[in-house]
Each structure stands twice: as C-alpha cells, then as structure tokens.
T-cell receptor, first 112, second 113 residues
Framework: SQQGEEDPQALSIQEGENATMNCSYKTSINNLQWYRQNSGRGLVHLILIRSNEREKHSGRLRVTLDTSKKSSSLLITASRAADTASYFCATDSGGSNYKLTFGKGTLLTVNP | DTAVSQTPKYLVTQMGNDKSIKCEQNLGHDTMYWYKQDSKKFLKIMFSYNNKELIINETVPNRFSPKSPDKAHLNLHINSLELGDSAVYFC????????????FGAGSRLTVL
C-alpha cells in the first residue's frame, strides 16, 4: 500500500527561489529518504533522515521530520534550472523484510 | 562505469508475448529489487532478493518470475504480457537487506500493444 503522499503534486518556481515539498505518511517509520528523478532516468538518493532526527542538511538541501505529525519537508534553497525533476519521499519500517515505500512525487520545474 | 545497469532500455511487444528484462550491479551489494513505475509515476516494489534468496514478493501475479543466478544479477521474466503491464521497471540494489539507501538503474520502459 502507498505510504507517502507528496504535496504539492507540481511546483513551478523561478531560478534563485526556494522550493519546499512536503511528504506525509501513515505508519511508523524507521527512516525517511528523499530521492530525485530526472525525466527518463532512474531515481537518485538525496538524503536520509532517521526517525530520531528532526532536521538534516546536505548542501542546498534541508530536510525536516516531524514524527508526531507523520510528515517531512524537503527545502531546496537557491534553486537552479538543473534542479528540475520529480522528488519522491520514501519510508521504511526496518526489519528483515526491508523495503522502501515511495510516495507519488512532486514535479518541480525551475524556470531560468 | 554504470553501477546498476538494465537491458533493454525500451521494449515494445504484443499482448500475450513473453519478455525478459535483465539487471546487473557492480557495487558488490547483497540485495536487489524490482520496482514498477506506472504512468502516474507511482513507484511500487515488486520483489527483493538478498544474496539470491527471495525476500519480498509483493503480491505480484504469477506471470512475473524473477531469477537471481548470483547476487550481482536479478532478471525479470514476464509471461503472457497484458496491456496493464505497460510501465517503467526499475532495478535497484542496496548493500544488504535492512540497509537504507537504494541505487537505481535507469529503468526499462515496457510498452504492451
């Protein structure tokens, strides 16, 4: 069953602006990750945040996690045209039958 | 030097045919996965294998049969193809079952006519 729901489904901004994407999930998680998918390509891992963490940074990316609200946000600062892609959150519950469950994704368009 | 490679990248075939998609990873990972991405970009896990052993079979029809001859390869064979099988199929790998980060292949776009 689908775990994550990204919001918004699509986002269009100008270069230099910040982009914020949100993800909500339904069940308890072990970790939450964000992936990027360029058109016609595979997914690329961006950042992982553990359930006991609240915020994490990586370059221009900032991820927050609120386990009480079962939600996460991905902020991309000073966006570039090259950031145009679909962004997916993915959750896992740990355990031996490990699997990542993905949301529907947010399509981000950064206009030059 | 591609880490996770899938072939073919594109596959167009008729309903009822049987087809295979191959996947190889050169990362030394123990665990491999097949995901299906539909036309709305929803990504759903199909199978996972850990060191050639089936770990997850996510209620996929019997027409789909994965095969892992060794831990570096996970192939997907589909019998009696149906229109609804049209999708992009992604292979992925991770260092071990329970490890967190997946490395994905570029995808294989299957179109069933």
């Amino acid at each position: 069953s689908q775990q994550g729901e990204e919001d918004p489904q699509a986002l269009s901004i100008q270069e230099g602006e910040n982009a914020t994407m949100n993800c909500s999930y339904k069940t308890s998680i072990n970790n939450l990750q964000w992936y990027r998918q360029n058109s016609g390509r595979g997914l690329v891992h961006l950042i992982l945040i553990r359930s006991n963490e609240r915020e994490k940074h990586s370059g221009r990316l900032r991820v927050t996690l609120d386990t009480s609200k079962k939600s996460s946000s991905l902020l991309i600062t000073a966006s570039r045209a090259a950031d145009t892609a679909s962004y997916f959150c993915a959750t896992d519950s740990g355990g031996s039958n490990y699997k990542l469950t993905f949301g529907k994704g947010t399509l981000l368009t950064v206009n030059p | 030097d591609t880490a996770v490679s899938q072939t073919p990248k594109y596959l167009v075939t008729q309903m009822g045919n049987d087809k295979s998609i191959k996947c190889e990873q050169n990362l030394g990972h123990d665990t491999m996965y097949w995901y299906k991405q539909d036309s709305k970009k929803f990504l759903k896990i199909m199978f996972s294998y850990n060191n050639k052993e089936l770990i997850i079979n996510e209620t996929v029809p019997n027409r789909f049969s994965p095969k892992s001859p060794d831990k570096a390869h996970l192939n997907l064979h589909i019998n009696s193809l149906e229109l609804g099988d049209s999708a992009v199929y992604f292979c992925a790998s991770s260092p071990r079952s329970g490890a967190n980060v997946l490395t994905f292949g570029a995808g294989s776009r299957l179109t069933v006519l």
